[in-house]
């Protein structure tokens, strides 16, 4: 958490909160100020501080937790990151995104999955309401040629690997793309961000300081894994996501987590440049993790892609604007996924759910503990 953000918090905070507990819920009516919805890919739930995990890799999501509403049994609805991101802007079973292809014909990624122009979209529904649209995202593969970028009025996108020249933005590129929208915007404007932090996947993070070295192997994690040929190989690290070197599955951990730190520090930049510009009580922040990662759990290592817990059970944390009825500082256990983040943040906004959108909207749990508005959440598009 940057020291600005350790400042201002006792002074911000408790204002935030009793505005927040008296204030009337605007379900049904225009809202004014904006909407910043953060997806992490490849972050699991346990490794997230407030989850009670015993590292403190997350200071900003646990602060943005104790001012909002953190939901703790939430749920990916694909365990890869072309469905569970097109789950999350659509609001649907991310199958609709998915093409199936005669067995002779040779697929590609583009060939595989597109978002068809008739599904719905969060972007696009707010676009229509006269919202201010845009998207930094990191993935290559999140691209406009999926149908991931309607409704994007400025698509800051990634190019893909086999581009000359490509690289992958740092987490403190993407803060300061964002930043620099965000400043843009006036006091009075609607507006809707999503920022797409991919750096978690695989295990080829950036050996960066202070980052690399920040958390210790923890002991009894000294195997070191073999590495397999294939793209997706159980009890082994798949060779595309190999440093190279024999690295143990605890050293892999810790990089991992020193990753997540790093990505938690880009936040805070976020949630600064929000507050510099005077934006931050009228938005409403979103911080969600797409997908897990499993060390091992579920048979894959550095990889994901089976329905199990570490694959699935992410983080999802909503701290609403001022206006929200919301109850600050609660802990929501009834299950959630994530096709239910865009008809909650539509229903935050005071827009209609579109009917074909097959997600629910969590606006009234966030208010009410006794309120259960999925008793399910379901996963599909497993690799195993």
Partial sequence: MSRMLVRMRPLLAPLFLSLAACAP?????????????????????DHVTCYGYDRATTPTIDALASEGVRFSNAWSAAPAILPSNAALLSGCDPRIAQRV??????????????????APHLAQALLGEGYSTAAVVEHPQLGPALGLA?????????PRSDEPGARRPAPEELAERFSRWAAARGSDERWFAFLHFGSLEGLGWDPVEPWEHRFAPRAGLDLVPPVGDGE????ALPRARWSLGARALGEYEASYDGAIARIDAAIAVCVDSLRLAVLLLVTTIVVCGTRGISFGESGLIGDSGTLSESDLRVPLVIRPAVGRRFEPGAVRTGPASLVDTAPTVLSLCGVAVPPDMQGTSLVHA???????????????????
Wanted: net charge negative.
């Fill in 232 to 235: 997706h190989v159980f009890h």
């Fill in 101 to 118: 292809l005669p067995p002779e014909v040779q697929g590609t990624t583009l060939s595989y999955w597109s978002l068809p122009r008739e």
């Fill in 366 to 384: 966030l208010a009410d503990g006794s309120a259960r508005p999925r008793t399910l959440a379901i996963a599909t598009c497993a690799l195993f």
């Fill in 150 to 158: 309607r409704g994007f009025e400025e698509f800051s996108g990634t």
């Fill in 25 to 45: 819920a605007l379900e049904s009516e225009s809202a004014t100020g904006g909407v910043l919805v953060i997806a992490i890919d490849s972050l699991r739930a």
